[in-house]
């Protein structure tokens, strides 16, 4: 008996010119097939995120100090948008697939790198808001790393006043991209 | 919600059947057995009241249909029927079929929609079906209203009563007898003349006796009094509903018992014939308790007892979904989509009741349940989950949702609250809840059952043929299977779905209803991404249906308003732009294909394999009817090319040339076609004219392989077009992907100020078209820097590059004051002349402009050569303008002068000569030079002045001297007989030029005098014809003497006399002409002094003897008396060791009014060649005070007393 819990779908860097800094994709479990692939295809994905600026907008009228702004809004029963404001708005979402993660009943073996104890008292549950956090300040640790880079120009990627900008080449911030969202799992609290 | 049984999923609300309102025609007496008709042969209510009654029912009864909760401020929520006098209600027991033989027992008969019943559509093993539910909610009302009227005759009035009551008594009896529990309420209207001849007690008595006729609860009767409108009428009408309220729910609580204690009995009621068809199977107990809980749950819904419908509604899908109900059906049985619908409907009422009660998560969760649980199933027992028949019914899933929140219209949801989704209710608040369980706006139901469409499409698009064609084409065999593969639950059968031929479903279109819905409900809260998702989501299903206007409609805004493009959202921009270009290409809108092609060509969007690239070939295909002109701009499709244009130089001068360059990069994708525009025009802002380069093909193409070329362009201006001097330039502007084309110019500057090019526009040629590309250049950021030729990176880049500041030409021509003065001085004329010189290359064309700023300007004249203007004198600012000079040939000079008038006083001129001019050889640039002259006038000279008193030789008058005193008038000059007092006049004046000047005059005048005084200058220093030559800051002296007399000895009042000093000089320099300078007079004034007094005074004056040897001074004492009183004074004179003295040591004085007299005092000074101080004083004897003795010539005073000058002995000059 296996159950589903929750994953990172994708995950996203929008510059503050409502552009795409960087996009990554991870792949959900399809029970069907048995098999993991993306849930959705990268228009798809980038869609989704560019949706996203709407909620932001909407709710940075009711400003959240902190810039985590929870739960952005569920696409449909198993994809949800979740976000986070930088200072300088940078805006950084997590859609997270409900059913994106295999674990078989028991807690014994966990699909994926998730940690087996967390995963096994999650199954079939929800998800809290806060349980991203630690998605997000990887997210922006490693953005920060990424700014430290004396060769990252942060106009270049969101000119002032102007409009798109480039996306983010990185490797290094790719990796850790990466390394999040495929370590993340409902229970983790350090990244 | 449609495709539910009509009737399954109303909202229950208590039905209550109105009659006497209308006039129907009585309803027959019921053909089939069984049916109970109520009805009275009272006539119908007519009039106003009924009518208004009507419609007030009408009204009700849609308030009744609504499916919003109903709240606690709602008194009823009732459904209404009106009806003529009659009604029929169903009959009460099925009858048996015909068909079957007679019965040896007399058979136990069943309501018609029990499955009991051979006749119902249930037997023998249905469970429930809608009827029910319909019976209840449409036809056995729960109560029954009868209106009747109170006639208020008193000769019928009896008649009238008894025959309701027996009315009312027939109704009663059938009612009873039918078993139907339905409540008989009358109402009773009084007509219009009860108000006044019926009294209150009569009206109770009648009622009362119509009650006790006919045994009625007196809850169920109503008296209503003719009413003065129909607003307290309804009032009135509300508080009976809502008594009636009660008594309903009270009905359908004796329902919902009745079904509870069939259920605790337990027992499986045998149906009145066994089945002899089918399965010949019939329902067990679990499935009759379902049915009861499922009653139950029905009739707690019609009293709006939510927890207790819930509880019903749960315990029968338990039950329906458990072991012992669906697990048993067959899945190839009608039985099961039976059962399935059941299922659907129960849910639907359940999240209905959640959504009542404000549970919204709870109604996501039960929905999730509810799909959860039948996946389940129909994965075990049905005909799986991979079919078109499942996503179908997922669609309708969801959209039973959507349909549901609008219809319950759930509090704090609505569009204008812009909530995207609602918090969870409080029983879920700590919950670990999935993010899909709060609430989303039925946008978000509408696209999962978009979605679900989707994917109802293709599972449909993958049944086989075989199973598609029609099943009269087939045979029966493979219908039969067909018919156990495909799940056709609320869904056409595969050969209705996806037919062989014909038209099957349409998807796409039930896709794009679903997505418009989802659309409008975002656009209401501004997700105008998602929305901007679902045009193109749209947009891709009307394609399909090769809607291709609809397509361009849906996806033009966001094409216009550049949706994503703007953002670099480009795989999104992309497939909108292929899209939309697909749409545009088949409506034959050129100009959309065009743009979007050019867009396309960017090499940011990823290649599409076997795709042309070239703007040539981009209308192939598309069908147009002329040639097409088309202007796109960068602000709507962005551009493959980018254009950036520099200045060599950040200031350039008018006349001179500037180089520029414009480089333009093409960005296309590497298998792109070179483009050949036709021409460039670079248009700037300001003081540049554009400028037009024109494709030439002869000249040589830029084949080199460096990314870079640099091509010099010679322009020519344009000859026919000579005044608008527009530059053309002829170049190869053909650009390779990835290739930077720069052409280099050279732009002659005409005009000063600041130019910047603005845009750039391509224009592009084929056969097909021809097309403008506007580039706006003005943008920070697209400037690039210098290019040279062999380097790819430009050199010093600045910021601003593409403007370009032009200076005005420098101007040549010389202006300068001719002979400047170093200084003007009041009241004197001001003449300046200037000189013109003409240092430029060629002859010069002038114009001279004039301004004099100032406080006042005085007249002034303008002198040059025959031009001649004269200015009058103005306040503050004075001009001439446009004064033509005419031709000035190089290196040659022209004057001309300006003379200003005298300033009255010391003042300041600012003026301004500017001269405007352009030369012959370049008439378009003008040329300024400006001279600014700056003119302090200031006074000439300064004085100080001292009036000082001298004795006056002529006697006084005496008072008894009769003659001199009368008047004798001699013509109209009044001889002066008053007394008479001389002055001198001493001014010190000193010249404030800063040059010697000649003064050639001193004039004292007398300005005024107060009347009955006089005076008059009797000496003036003389000065020879020449004049005196005064040096500056020089004091220099003269005296005037002055006498002032009075007109009559009788005056007695003091004069006050005004005095002006006037210098009249000249300056001193030669004037060339031999013409002597002017004199010019300057007067300052001098001030009032008071004289005439009538205090006594003492004068000293001095006679120094004629022998000089001697030495001997004498001394005169003058006392005057100008006052009227008799006075005594006490002269006494000390004796000094500085000289010796004849005269009274100590006397005294006495003077008669208007009188003086001397004492006189001889002096033989010891010393010679100083100042001696003869210790005189002079006392009021009366006042015992001392006067002040005045001194006069040779004299002077200081605070201890006289001072007599003893001029040296002659010895010493010897």
């Known amino acids: ?191 | 919600m449609d495709g539910y049984p009509l009737g399954s999923l109303d909202h229950n609300v208590p039905l209550i059947v109105v009659s006497g309102l209308r006039s129907d025609p009585p309803e027959q007496p019921p053909k089939a057995k069984g049916q109970v008709l109520l009805r009275s042969d009272l006539p119908p209510l007519d009039g106003n009241e009924a009518t208004f009654l009507e419609s007030y029912f009408e009204e009700v009864d849609e308030r009744g249909k609504s499916w919003t909760a109903v709240t606690r401020e709602e008194h009823y929520r009732v459904r209404v029927k009106t009806v003529g006098r009659s009604l029929v209600l169903p009959s009460r027991r099925a009858t048996l079929p015909e068909t079957i033989e007679p019965l040896t027992t007399p058979p136990i008969l069943h309501s018609p929609f029990s499955p009991l019943s051979p006749s119902s559509a249930l037997y023998p093993d249905g469970l429930m079906n809608a009827q029910w539910i319909k019976k209840h909610q449409e036809e056995i009302p729960s109560i029954f209203v009868c209106f009747y009227t109170l006639i208020s005759d008193p000769k019928i009035a009896v008649q009238q009563d008894n025959r309701l009551k027996s009315a009312l008594n027939g109704m009663r009896a059938t009612l009873v007898e039918s078993g139907y529990k339905t409540r008989l309420v009358v109402i009773i209207l009084g007509d219009e003349l009860a108000r006044t001849n019926l009294t209150a007690e009569i009206i109770q008595d009648r009622l009362e006796g119509v009650r006790r006729g006919t045994g009625l609860d007196p809850k169920s009767i109503f008296y209503i009094p003719p009413q003065e409108s129909t607003s307290e009428l309804r009032r009135v009408m509300d508080s009976i509903l809502a008594l009636l309220y009660n008594t309903a729910i009270e009905y359908y609580r004796d329902l919902g018992r009745h079904a509870r204690k069939k259920r605790s009995r337990g027992i499986v009621p045998q149906p009145t014939l066994p089945p002899t068809s089918g399965t010949s199977q019939t329902l067990s107990l679990p499935d009759w308790n379902f049915r009861y809980d499922f009653k139950s749950a029905i009739f707690a819904e019609f009293r709006q007892e939510i927890d207790a419908a819930i509880r019903s509604f749960e315990q029968a899908y338990e039950i329906l979904l458990g072991q012992d109900v669906l697990d048993i059906i067959p899945s190839w049985s009608p039985r099961w989509n039976e059962a399935r619908l059941l299922a659907d409907i129960i849910s639907i009422r359940c999240l209905r009741l959640h959504l009542w009660m404000g549970q919204t998560s709870l109604a996501v969760r039960r929905w999730q349940t509810h799909r959860d649980r039948i996946s389940d199933f129909v994965d075990r027992r049905g005909r799986g989950t991979n079919n078109y028949g499942w996503q179908a019914w997922e669609a309708r899933w969801a959209m039973v949702m959507a349909n549901m929140i609008e219809l319950v219209e759930v509090p704090g949801f609505g569009p204008s609250t812009m909530t995207i989704f609602l918090q969870p209710e409080k029983a879920l608040f700590g919950e670990r809840l999935q993010p899909w369980e709060l609430l989303h706006h039925t946008g978000y139901w509408y696209r999962i059952a978009a979605r679900h469409l989707g994917a109802r499409r293709s599972l449909a698009h993958r049944i086989p043929d075989d199973d598609r064609g029609a099943p009269d084409a087939s045979p029966a065999s493979r219908v039969a299977s067909k018919a156990i593969r495909y799940d056709t639950y609320m869904c056409p059968p595969p050969h209705e779905e996806y037919p062989l031929s014909g038209n099957g479903v349409n998807h796409a279109q039930l896709m794009i209803d679903c997505l418009l819905n989802a659309r409008g409900q975002f656009q209401a809260r501004k997700q105008h991404r998602i929305a901007a998702e679902i045009s193109l989501e749209c947009a891709r299903e009307m394609a399909t249906l090769g809607s291709w206007n609809e397509v361009l409609a849906m996806l033009r805004p966001l094409w216009e308003d550049k949706s994503f493009r703007s953002e670099w959202w480009l795989d999104i921009s992309e497939d909108i732009l292929w899209v939309m270009r697909r749409a545009a290409a088949e409506t034959g809108r050129a100009d959309i294909v065009v743009a979007i092609d050019w867009e396309l060509m960017n090499e940011r969007f990823t290649r599409r394999q076997n795709w042309h690239y070239d703007l040539a070939k981009s209308l192939d295909g598309v069908s147009l009817t002329s040639k097409p002109f088309i202007t796109i701009s960068d602000d709507l499709a962005s551009s493959f090319i980018s254009a950036s244009f520099a200045f060599r130089t950040k200031e350039g001068r008018a006349g001179e040339t500037c180089l520029a360059q414009l480089s333009l990069k093409s960005e296309a994708l590497q298998v792109a076609a070179p483009v050949t525009l036709s021409s460039i025009r670079v248009e700037f802002e300001g003081h540049l004219k554009p400028i037009t380069l024109v494709h030439d093909s002869d000249l040589p193409t830029n084949s080199s392989k460096e990314p870079v070329s640099v091509t010099a362009v010679a322009e020519t201006k344009d000859e026919e077009d000579e005044k608008e001097g527009q530059l053309t330039g002829k170049c190869n502007i053909t650009l390779r992907p990835g290739h930077r084309q720069v052409l280099e110019m050279n732009i002659p500057l005409r005009e000063p100020g600041q130019a910047s090019a603005s845009r750039v526009i391509l224009t592009y040629k084929t056969e097909t078209f021809e097309l403008d590309y506007t580039l706006s250049l003005s943008d920070l950021g697209k400037v690039t820097g210098w290019f040279v030729r062999g380097a790819a990176k430009p050199r010093l880049s600045r910021p601003d590059g593409h403007i370009l500041h032009i200076q005005p030409r420098p101007p040549k021509m010389k202006l300068r004051l001719v002979e400047p003065l170093g200084q003007f001085y009041a009241n004197e004329p001001i003449p300046l002349k200037i000189g013109l010189h003409n240092e430029e290359d060629d002859s010069a064309n002038v114009k001279l402009d004039i301004r004099i700023v100032g406080k006042i300007i005085p007249r002034f004249r303008v002198d040059a050569g025959e031009h001649k203007r004269e200015v009058d004198a103005a306040e503050e600012e004075s001009q001439v303008t446009g004064l033509a000079l005419g031709n000035i040939g190089s290196s040659s000079s022209l004057e001309l002068s300006i003379h200003l008038d005298p300033a009255p006083a010391p003042t300041v001129y600012e003026i301004q000569i500017r001269a405007d001019y352009h030369l012959e050889s370049d008439a378009a640039t003008p040329i300024v030079q400006v001279l600014p002259i700056h003119l302090n006038v200031v006074n000439a000279f300064e004085a100080n002045y001292d009036l000082m008193p001298r004795l006056h030789p002529d006697p006084w008058p005496s008072l008894f001297d009769y003659e001199d005193l009368q008047d004798v008038s001699d013509g109209d000059v009044i001889q002066a007989r008053g007394l008479a007092q001389q002055w001198c006049l001493v001014c010190h004046y000193a010249s404030f030029a800063t040059e010697d000047l000649d003064v050639v005059g001193l004039d004292m005048v007398v300005t005024a005098v107060t009347p009955g005084g006089r005076c008059r200058v009797v000496s003036q220093p003389e000065l020879s014809a020449d004049g005196m030559i005064v040096a500056p800051k020089t004091m220099y002296e003269a005296r005037f003497g002055l006498v002032a007399q009075k007109v009559t000895l009788d005056d007695r009042h003091p004069v006050a006399i005004d005095l002006a000093f006037v210098v009249r000089w000249r300056r001193r320099r030669q004037v060339a002409d031999g013409e002597s300078n002017a004199i010019n007079a300057t007067t300052m004034t001098v001030g009032q002094y008071m004289v005439l007094g009538t205090e006594p005074r003492v004068l000293a004056s001095v006679l120094h003897s004629s022998q000089e040897q001697s030495g001997l001074v004498r001394l005169d004492i003058t006392i005057e008396n100008p006052s009227s009183h008799f006075l005594t004074f006490g002269l006494a004179m000390e004796p000094s060791d500085a000289f010796a003295f004849s005269g009274s040591k100590q006397t005294t004085v006495h003077l008669l009014p208007m009188s003086r007299r001397t004492k006189t005092y001889r002096l033989l000074p010891l010393t010679r060649g100083v100042y001696i101080r003869p210790g005189l004083v002079v006392r009021d004897k009366y006042f015992q005070k001392v006067l002040r003795v005045i001194p006069t010539e040779g004299m002077k005073i200081d605070k201890d007393g006289l001072l007599v000058w003893i001029p040296p002995a002659p010895e010493a000059e010897e």
Not at chain 1, 23 to 30: A, L, N, Q, T
Not at chain 1, 87 to 97: A, F, L
Not at chain 1, 131 to 152: H, I, T
């Open chain 1, 1 to 191: 008996m296996s159950a589903a819990i929750p994953s990172v779908a994708c995950l996203g860097v929008i510059g503050r010119n409502n552009n795409p800094l960087h996009i990554s994709i991870f792949p959900s479990y399809d029970p069907a097939a048995n098999t993991f692939s993306p849930i959705r295809n990268p228009l798809q994905f980038s869609l989704l995120l560019s949706s996203t600026i709407d909620v932001f907008d909407l709710r940075s009228k009711s400003s959240t100090a902190s810039g985590d702004f929870g739960l952005l809004h569920a696409i449909d029963d198993r994809l949800a948008a979740y976000g986070f404001e930088t200072n300088t708005g940078v805006r950084m979402v997590c859609i997270v697939d409900m059913r994106g993660r295999r674990v078989e009943a028991g807690g014994s073996g966990v699909a994926g790198q998730g940690s087996g104890a967390a995963g096994a008292s999650t199954v079939g549950a929800g998800l809290r808001d806060s349980e991203l956090k630690p998605v997000f300040r990887a997210m922006q640790s490693a953005y920060v790393r990424l700014l430290q880079n004396p060769f990252y120009d942060p106009d270049e990627h969101a000119p002032l006043g102007g409009k798109g900008g480039r996306r983010i080449t990185s490797k290094k911030f790719g990796d850790d991209m990466k390394r999040i969202g495929e370590a993340w799992t409902p229970g983790v609290t350090t990244l």
